[in-house]
């Protein structure tokens, strides 16, 4: 069955005490590992990490990424002509980008000092071995947030 990726929305609750952050709707049921990325100014591009067999989670920390992600038809020679998608995670908002198998992803700060949380599926040896990467200018304009074509 193909899996397509999804955004999990969740919530936000404030009061005296202070905020939440939540989403109950992510399950863990299949996180093997987590780490975190942060991006001390906004202009690296973190992009295109291809996995064939990995399910990756993305869910912000601090300021805000975009987050991009194209469906690979060929892991050794994958056509120019893919087209990305794209969405903006902001630790403003409780939201998780779920970016399943088969899917190459990348990332890039939109405020200094952006912070993700990413759990994977596979534990760190295996995601070694299904790890192919593509250069950051193959599909996606970061600057202007469009796919290239």
Same mark, same amino acid.
């Given at each position: 069955?193909? +899996?397509? $990726?999804?955004? @999990? *929305?969740?919530?936000?609750?404030?009061?005296?005490?202070? /905020?939440?952050?939540?989403?109950?709707?992510?399950?863990?049921?299949?996180?093997?590992?987590?780490?975190?990325? *942060?991006?001390?100014? #906004?202009?690296? &591009?973190?992009?295109?990490?291809?996995?064939?067999?990995?399910?990756?989670?993305?869910?912000?920390? /601090?300021?805000?990424?975009?987050?991009?992600?194209?469906?690979?038809?060929?892991?050794?020679? $994958?056509?120019?002509?893919?087209?990305?998608?794209?969405?903006? =995670?902001?630790?403003?908002?409780?939201?998780?980008?779920?970016? $399943?198998?088969?899917?190459?992803?990348?990332?890039?700060?939109?405020?200094?000092?952006? +912070? &993700? @949380?990413?759990?994977?599926?596979?534990? =760190? +040896?295996?995601?070694?071995?299904?790890? #192919?990467?593509? +250069?950051?200018?193959? %599909?996606?304009? %970061?600057?202007?947030?469009?796919?290239?074509?």
């Amino acid at each position: 069955m193909q +899996e397509f $990726p999804i955004i @999990l *929305k969740g919530n936000i609750f404030s009061d005296h005490r202070g /905020s939440m952050r939540f989403i109950n709707e992510f399950k863990f049921d299949d996180v093997k590992r987590f780490y975190f990325i *942060k991006h001390p100014n #906004t202009s690296f &591009v973190r992009a295109w990490q291809g996995h064939q067999f990995e399910k990756k989670y993305f869910y912000p920390i /601090s300021g805000s990424f975009v987050i991009a992600w194209v469906k690979i038809d060929d892991f050794d020679n $994958p056509s120019e002509n893919l087209l990305p998608e794209y969405h903006i =995670l902001s630790a403003f908002n409780s939201e998780i980008v779920s970016v $399943p198998k088969g899917y190459a992803n990348g990332l890039k700060a939109l405020e200094p000092d952006s +912070e &993700v @949380l990413i759990f994977s599926d596979m534990y =760190l +040896e295996k995601s070694a071995k299904d790890y #192919t990467k593509f +250069e950051p200018d193959k %599909w996606f304009d %970061w600057e202007k947030l469009i796919p290239i074509r």
